[in-house]
Nanobody
Framework: QVQLVESGGGLVQAGGSLRLSCAASGRTFSNSVMGWFRQAPGKAREFVAG????????EYTNSVKGRFTISRDNAKNTVYLQMNSLKPEDTAVYYC?????????????????WGQGTQVTVSS
């Protein structure tokens, strides 16, 4: 099991930037696929971005391509989500998650470990 703690959320104006961090502890972080998901009020949890264990692949949902960047530092057991050009529709609770899957799953059920979430609010 991996324990995950997100940080870096907050309130930002449209067009601004935030950097989310997710610190991991527990089983070997470097062997896990890491993903970021988000959930807005009244909506289902959706995949935002993912990065492979050895950092050779990334995946993004279409709505954030070109604006968000996922990265990880296996030496620090941390995964990041740099969010630029934020829009009001990016407002949600953002969660990081760990998976043992091959490839980068986009379905939440493929991730077995989750953080508690961090709120991101983008004002217009």
């Amino acid at each position: 099991q991996v324990q995950l703690v997100e940080s870096g959320g907050g309130l930002v104006q449209a067009g601004g930037s935030l950097r989310l961090s997710c610190a991991a502890s527990g089983r070997t972080f470097s062997n896990s696929v890491m993903g970021w998901f988000r959930q807005a009020p009244g909506k289902a949890r959706e995949f935002v971005a993912g990065v492979s264990a050895n950092v050779d692949r990334t995946e993004y949902t279409n709505s954030v391509k070109g604006r968000f960047t996922i990265s990880r530092d296996n030496a620090k057991n941390t995964v990041y989500l740099q969010m630029n050009s934020l829009k009001p529709e990016d407002t949600a609770v953002y969660y990081c998650a760990a998976s043992d899957a091959i490839g980068i799953p986009i379905m939440a059920f493929a991730y077995g470990d989750w953080g508690q979430g961090t709120q991101v609010t983008v004002s217009s």
